[in-house]
């Protein structure tokens, strides 16, 4: 069974402050998702990384995937309050229609 | 602009009562997901199905089950709600192909329906 542990569970930071979130597996992955979730909404996809090594950025969000395929990050530049959310990570398996989803990490950005 | 839909954003029921939740679809994938969402479980997977009237068990399917008459339509059943079933419970769908090839199955989230049993 595939894992995928996401660190920190939770971050609370101030407005302009920047984070980094974590999501990490002993699998490889085909390809990496990541996802933001707002309250009483469903996740909505941000990005998909897909060979090792890539980094993509969002405007102020990076993400990166790692070289191996087992392991992303997502940093936020100048948190803002509209960043507020749960961010999950996910991971397909080659030739799997499922995704290994982390439990998220839930950001709240204090203004 | 895609577009998944549950058929309800909210919904309370007594325990024993039979549950209906409907998804719809409107880009034509193949692949449909029923989740649910508790805190501190993330999501997990009850059953997804990959064509008209296929269906396969993902991690928790004891409890439900599902109909896909249907492409565009998923529906998740709970035979006999229970209080433990209360949750959040979120439908995606996918295709395994994009225009350019085969995709990286990212998949595509309803609103969700948050159930109460009790």
């Known amino acids: 069974t595939q894992l995928l542990e996401q660190s920190p569970q939770f971050l609370s930071i101030q407005e302009g402050e920047n984070l980094t979130v974590y999501c990490n597996s002993s699998s490889v992955f085909s390809s990496l998702q990541w996802y933001r979730q707002e309250p009483g909404e469903g996740p909505v996809l941000l990005v998909t990384?897909?060979?090792?090594?890539e980094v993509k950025k969002l405007k102020r969000l990076t993400f990166q995937f790692g070289d191996a395929r087992k392991d992303s990050s997502l940093h936020i530049t100048a948190a803002q309050p509209g960043d507020t959310g749960l961010y999950l990570c996910a991971g397909a398996g080659a030739g799997s229609y499922q995704l290994t989803f982390g439990k998220g990490t839930k950001l709240s950005v204090i203004p | 602009d895609v577009k998944v839909t549950q058929s309800s954003r909210y919904l309370v029921k007594r325990t024993g009562e039979k549950v209906f939740l409907e998804c719809v679809q409107d880009m034509d994938h193949e692949n449909m997901f029923w989740y649910r969402q508790d805190p501190g479980l993330g999501l997990r997977l009850i059953y997804f199905s990959y064509d008209v009237k296929m269906k396969e068990k993902g991690d928790i399917p004891e409890g439900y089950s599902v109909s896909r008459e249907k492409k565009e339509r998923f529906s998740l059943i709970l035979e006999s709600a229970s209080t433990n079933q209360t949750s959040m419970y979120l439908c995606a769908s996918n295709s395994p192909w994009t225009a350019s090839g085969s995709s990286y199955n990212e998949q595509f989230f309803g609103p969700g329906t948050r159930l109460t049993v009790l």
């Open positions: 990384v897909v060979t090792g090594g």
